[in-house]
């Protein structure tokens, strides 16, 4: 995160909290001010609008690492009302170097384009496009005021870095107390990640939602099925049709359309994964999602798998389909008699969800 200790305050450091600073870090520290917040930049040219995460110039940071910029010495230049953003800020804004840029009540001229820069902890805002303006320049954009969400950030430097896990540990609660929290390097984006495995878990878990959902409807239509169709299963008993090759002409129909509903699925799957650059702001993603060759096929036999399984009691009762049914439509007297599979099959769903379940997780979770 380009130093060894953070401490992050959601106001400027009072004096007390300065001089409590001074005083338990070891000699030879080194500390600079931060600020970081997000906010909107507008290109007021085109209207257009975009999110961004700004910071501040300060001093020597970062102490490791280096931010790179194009041009090469655009950051270690940068004045009083000139601005950096990263290079997918100025293709959405449609910008270009020496370009105006409205950043809340101040207008910035555009230097340069970042590159590459070590990261801060933060929240999930962080995961925004960078823009980096001089800690002058922060007071005449208004956005510094009672209620802004702004981090204030001091970025420490150790004599000793391999301390600065222990100091954290020896003195978090001390920072605590004095209304500031205390990162070290392995925390760095830790709000993002955090909000991210929060994301998964919840679209993880609305994924097993949507597909025992599925699972039900396909029962439901398959039950349907069989029974509008008893009639005609019935007629072809008469004609001399077994029942395993009446339970052979269903489960071709029911392959047939499992396959197509799930080839239209994952055609459906891959167009949404093109459009997820331009839902998330084109290129806030650094990579391009693909459907893989073992997603591709455990899509496809999911796809067949569930409304075969789904559909076992209605091949059982095809089986015992009576050919009298032809002319007498009795089929839920029928259906009626074997109480005991419906037990063992409700008993085998909840047995597959919970295994699903475990599978993804490793165990139960109460979100």
Not at 250 to 265: H, K, M, Q, Y
Request: proline share 4%; with cysteine; hydrophobic share 40%.
């Amino acid at each position: 995160m380009g130093s060894d200790l953070l401490v992050q305050s959601s106001s400027p450091l009072t004096r007390e909290q300065k001089e409590f600073m001074s005083l338990t870090l070891p000699k030879g520290s080194e500390t600079a001010e931060l600020v970081q917040f997000a906010s909107m930049l507008r290109n007021q040219e085109n209207d257009e609008t975009s999110l961004s995460l700004i910071k501040t110039k300060s001093g020597g940071f970062p102490y490791y690492g280096e931010i790179v910029t194009e041009p090469t010495d655009a950051y270690h230049k940068l004045k009083e009302g000139e601005i950096l953003l990263e290079e997918s800020l100025i293709r959405n804004l449609k910008l270009k170097t020496g370009s105006h840029v409205l950043l809340g009540e101040r207008e910035f001229i555009l230097k340069g384009k970042i590159l590459k820069e070590p990261g801060l902890a933060g929240n999930f805002l962080s995961m925004a496009p960078t823009s980096i303006i001089s800690g002058a320049s922060l007071a005449s954009t208004g956005l510094e005021q009672r209620g802004s969400r702004i981090s204030y950030l001091i970025p420490i430097k150790l004599r000793d870095p391999l301390i600065a896990g222990k100091y954290k540990e020896t003195n978090f609660k001390k920072y605590i107390q004095k209304d500031l929290t205390l990162y070290d390097s392995t925390e760095t984006n830790s709000g993002s990640r955090k909000f991210l495995a929060n994301t998964l878990d919840f679209f993880s878990l609305l994924g097993l939602s949507a597909f025992f959902l599925g699972g039900i409807s396909i029962l439901l239509v398959s039950r349907a099925g069989i029974r509008e169709k008893s009639g005609a299963l019935a007629v072809l008993k008469c004609l001399g049709a077994s029942p395993g090759t009446v339970s052979w002409i269903v489960l071709g129909e029911l392959f047939f359309f499992s396959l197509i509903g799930s080839v239209l699925g994952i055609l459906f799957g891959n167009v949404l994964l093109e459009w997820i650059p331009d839902l998330a702001g084109e290129d806030m993603l650094s990579f391009h999602p693909t459907i893989g060759f073992s997603s591709l096929l455990w899509g496809l036999f999911i796809g067949i798998l569930i409304p075969f399984f789904s559909s076992i009691e209605s091949l059982v009762e095809i089986r015992t389909l009576k050919p009298i049914l032809a002319i007498k439509q009795e089929f839920q007297e029928e259906t009626n008699r074997i109480p005991r599979f419906r037990v063992t099959r409700i008993a085998g769903y909840l047995i597959l969800f919970f295994s699903f379940l475990y599978w993804h997780g490793g165990k139960p979770k109460v979100l």
